[in-house]
Every structure is written in C-alpha cells, then in structure tokens.
C-alpha cells in the first residue's frame, strides 16, 4: 500500500473531546509528512477556525491544504490560494428558514465571518434555559475567530452575503421523527448528518469527496493512494472516494459499513495506531 494523501475530519477524529491533538498522533502525523505525504484537513469549519490545528502541526511550511466547509472551500498552504465550489443565496436561506418554522427547528446559515440564526423564539427560551443548566454556549462557539452571531425570527429576512451552508439544530429525538421528512422538504440540497442533534445543508455535489477530487487531480494522486480518517456522515463522500477509509472507533454506524478498516476511537489515539499499522509500517 502506498499513500501519499491523507484527509483528516477534526471533531470527533483528529480532535480528542477536549478539542485537542494527542502528542503521539501529531508525531505520528508530522512522520508521514516527512515521508512526503500530503495532509488534507476536511471539515465543516473554515480555515479561520483550524488554524489551532495547522499551525501546531506545521501545515504552512508544505505541500498541504484544507478542505473547509465540507468540501466547498478549498485551501492550499504552498501556494496560499483559495478555491470555492458552489455556495447558496438569500432565496435558498428563505426557503430553509421557512422549513425550520413549520417543523421548529433552528437554522443557522453560514456566511464567512457572520453567522444568522434563525430561531423562534419559544426553542430560543428552551435553549437559553439549556445553556444556563448545563453551560453550553448560545453561539455553539461560532462566535470564536471574530465571528458575528446574529439572532433573528423573522422567516422572510433577507441575507444578502454567499452562504456557504445551513446548520439545522434540534434534539436527538426529534431529528430520529423528523429528518425524513426535512430531507423531503429540502430535496434539491445534500443534507448530512454530522451528530444526533447537528445536521448540515450542502449544495447538491459539494463534499469532502469532491475536494479529495479536485486536490488530487492537481496533485497527481489517485484515489488509490488516499486515505481518509471520519466519524460522521459528513465523512461518507470521503470514503466513497479514497481507497482507504478508516473509521473511528467512536464513528456512526452507517459509516463504520464502507470504511476500509476501522480503528480505536478519537480519544484513545485511534488515527495514531492505524498510522503505524498502514502507513508508517510499525
């Protein structure tokens, strides 16, 4: 087996639950980059938001990129370009707001650096009574990086900015009811379930697996010589793309199905072992 790409998914796979890189994973990283391998971090963030990732693992001084906001932003450290894949307008952030009203969920669309959430404002008290009982924050930390949390209700608010997805946030139970039909309701998009209680809204054909595409063309590296770490469905393009798909041991079901092998989980230094087992030969 010969690798020469590796893509990352971060929370829940490269990021423990402290939000943090295990030294023997980071070592473990930085030996295949001096084998020569290319290192892709693919995520629903920005590279605004990694850069707490790429800079300790030193993804500025080589051949690396990201694969931001699930595939649609395209970043590539050696040449510091950028590459944005198809994105959503004010009509689409309409027509998914108006969804969330009629079945009460929360929708946050996401534009760069200012982030609009669209709440009513009876879930808005629900959530504001969560966060005081168990300290989580209103903002789902979006706020980090300058960003703007701007809280609305009104369905028929106008975004005028490029939205690069759609957060949807509800219980774990209500999803479980109600997802099936929310896909119905939004069939011209891709929607992907990253947690219980988190699911994103992509445009149609936007994924990690197309940037793994694009990357590797202008790379040389066939999908053959890939290999990609994941936890969630948002991880399932990747697979189906990369010859080696490795799950996390603390992966959702449906991805654990297609992947290639799967390994110890994010919090027992789960890519770290399957590094030494495929790619360092350990």
Request: a negative charge.
């Amino acid at each position: 087996m010969t690798i020469k790409l590796i893509a990352l998914d971060l929370d829940g796979t490269l990021l423990t639950s402290e939000k943090t890189i295990d030294p023997l994973t980071k070592e473990k990283l930085q030996e295949a980059m001096k084998m020569g391998v290319h290192i892709v971090i693919a995520t629903g963030r920005d590279k605004g938001g990694i850069t707490f990732v790429s800079e300790p693992l030193g993804l500025e001084n080589g051949n690396h990129y990201v694969a931001g906001v699930n595939g649609q932003i395209i970043y590539d450290f050696k040449r510091k370009e950028y590459t944005v894949d198809d994105v959503f307008d004010g009509n689409d952030a309409r027509h998914i707001m108006k969804v969330a009203k009629k079945y009460n969920f929360e929708a946050i669309s996401c534009c760069g650096y200012d982030h609009y959430d669209y709440i009513s404002r009876r879930l808005r008290f629900m959530k504001k009574l969560n966060s005081m009982l168990h300290g989580k924050p209103m903002d789902y930390g979006f706020n980090q990086g300058k960003r703007r949390f701007i809280t609305i209700h009104d369905e028929n608010f106008e975004i005028t900015q490029d939205i690069n997805k759609f957060v949807l946030i509800q219980t774990a139970s209500f999803f479980k009811k109600y997802l099936p039909v929310i896909k119905e309701e939004l069939e011209d998009y891709d929607i992907v379930k990253v947690g219980e209680a988190w699911i994103e809204v992509m445009p149609k054909g936007v994924s990690k697996g197309s940037a793994l595409s694009k990357i590797g063309e202008k790379e040389g590296i066939s999908s053959d010589e890939m290999m990609a770490f994941g936890d969630a469905e948002n991880d399932l393009s990747m697979f189906a793309h990369v010859k080696y798909g490795i799950a996390m041991g603390n992966a959702m079901d449906s991805l654990k199905q297609i992947a290639y092998d799967v390994t110890d989980t994010n919090d027992n230094m789960g890519i770290a072992k399957a590094l030494d087992k495929y790619v360092l030969h350990k």
